[in-house]
């Protein structure tokens, strides 16, 4: 079977590497992939968001299963495309249409979504320029700290959380007025603030039956003890293990289940992963958000924790037969550091050539690579995750850290406390 997996991060390097090892698989595309992915599959040159390249693609290669990796092209409807032509009817894709894509396209439409079905969140207030002055002296009435939200895509950065009332207030008129993440930003969520511990949970669904995947904690902030600016992601682990057998339980009885079965009554027809962004608050989880593919830098340890086929999986998920699956976890605990480029994640530098030594102790996944003139060179904010195994977070954690001494570029930056709070906690 010959696979297309649209997207150029870790994620995406983390689902060929992975797909790459079930006997099933032919032929792995990567488009447009980054300077590691070829090690796996042929990267293809083509931008995502044009489908009609993707669809040429799809033809020459023979193509029989596309993965979409990011969240733009599924909210802008590319399984839409897909699914509206006779000719493609055998296509395999993993990914939801545009409806099912709004749980993460529109934070005001995964709230709504969220009340309809009693699954648990924080209370919230949708912000626009017709109410912003309303809303901005009735935050007076909120404790801080104050959550602020764009309502649609912003590359995992449309999140402000301050303490101040004055810097909300000025945040929230930057972003309604000043349009800080363009149309991502013509509307935003006041949020009341969830204290406690966040927890990221996946399921591959095939809007029927759903299998739970390893679950893992993400650190979005750039600075150690969780400070300064939200990222994408500066490192994950996994497993997480305040997520105990109880909580998993209320996670699956009270979030998981009532959106697959709202999902349903909807009547969105839902094939790809779920993840859902927790927050454990006294042992009792709510959604902080949803997203509609796996997370990033998240992918990278939850994937290696898979000891079942992950393309059997798959299959089974674009077949509508996840009841006929089981699913088997490896015992090992995941960590994966990510180290990104000099001033991420506001302006950044590019170009720098990366010296590689011995990272055989660790899975290097590629974000912002690419090769230029035979030289591997930096390409994005976030560009290399290292992911290290072991029977504890110590060890693994020890492994990404060492790893990382041993690939360099001018201006390499990471965060040294990945972990730092689960090891607190006895982890």
Not at 241 to 246: E, G, K, Q, S
Not at 276 to 304: A, K, Q, S
Not at 342 to 365: A, C, N, Q, T
Request: hydrophobic share 35%; glycine share 12%.
């Amino acid at each position: 079977m010959n696979i297309l997996i649209l997207g150029s991060g870790g994620r995406e390097h983390a689902l060929a590497w992975k797909v790459k090892q079930s006997p099933k698989c032919g032929q792995i595309f990567i488009a447009p992939g980054n300077g590691g992915t070829d090690k796996v599959g042929t990267n293809l040159d083509l931008d995502a968001k044009n489908f009609a390249k993707v669809e040429s693609a799809i033809k020459e290669h023979d193509i029989k299963m596309l993965i979409v990796g990011p969240e733009d092209p599924l909210v802008n409807g590319i399984v839409d495309h897909f699914r509206a032509k006779s000719e493609f009817d055998n296509l395999k894709i993993i990914g939801p249409d545009a409806e099912g894509a709004k749980l993460e396209g529109s934070k005001e439409y995964a709230k709504e979504f969220m009340k309809r079905h009693d699954i648990p969140t924080a209370d919230s207030r949708t912000v626009t320029m017709e109410n912003l002055q309303e809303i901005t002296k009735y935050m007076e009435r909120w404790d801080p700290p104050y959550v602020l939200k764009a309502d649609g895509l912003a590359g995992g950065k449309g999140v402000i959380i301050t303490e101040e009332l004055r810097d909300a207030r000025e945040s929230l008129r930057d972003l309604v007025e000043g349009r800080k993440f363009g149309k991502a930003s013509e509307k935003v969520l006041l949020e009341q603030f969830l204290k406690g511990i966040e927890v990221s949970f996946f399921v591959i669904t095939d809007g029927n039956d759903y299998r739970i995947l390893p679950e893992a904690k993400d650190y979005k902030r750039i600075g150690e003890r969780d400070t300064g600016l939200n990222t994408g992601g500066m490192g994950a682990v996994s497993p997480v293990l305040f997520a105990d057998r109880a909580f998993k339980e209320k996670v699956n009885t009270r979030i998981i289940k009532p959106t697959i079965e709202g999902l349903k009554k909807e009547g969105v027809k839902y094939c790809g992963f779920i993840f859902f962004g927790l927050i454990n608050v006294g042992g009792d989880p709510f959604v902080i958000e949803y997203n509609v593919r796996m997370g990033d830098p998240e992918t990278e340890v939850v994937l290696p924790r898979i000891k079942t086929d992950f393309l059997d999986l798959l299959i089974a998920a674009a077949d509508q037969k996840l009841y006929d699956t089981e699913i088997e976890y490896e015992r090992f605990t995941a960590s994966t550091v990510v180290y990104v480029s000099r001033g991420y994640p506001e302006f950044y530098e590019k170009g720098h050539e990366i010296s590689v030594g011995d990272i055989r102790s660790v899975l290097p996944f590629h974000a912002g690579t690419k090769k230029q003139e035979g030289k591997l060179v930096t390409n994005g904010g976030r560009v290399i995750a290292l992911t290290g195994l072991g029977k504890n977070l110590g060890e693994a954690l020890s492994k990404s850290y060492s790893g990382g001494e041993n690939i360099d570029w001018e201006g390499k930056r990471f965060r040294g406390d990945i972990g730092f709070d689960l090891k607190e906690l006895g982890q």
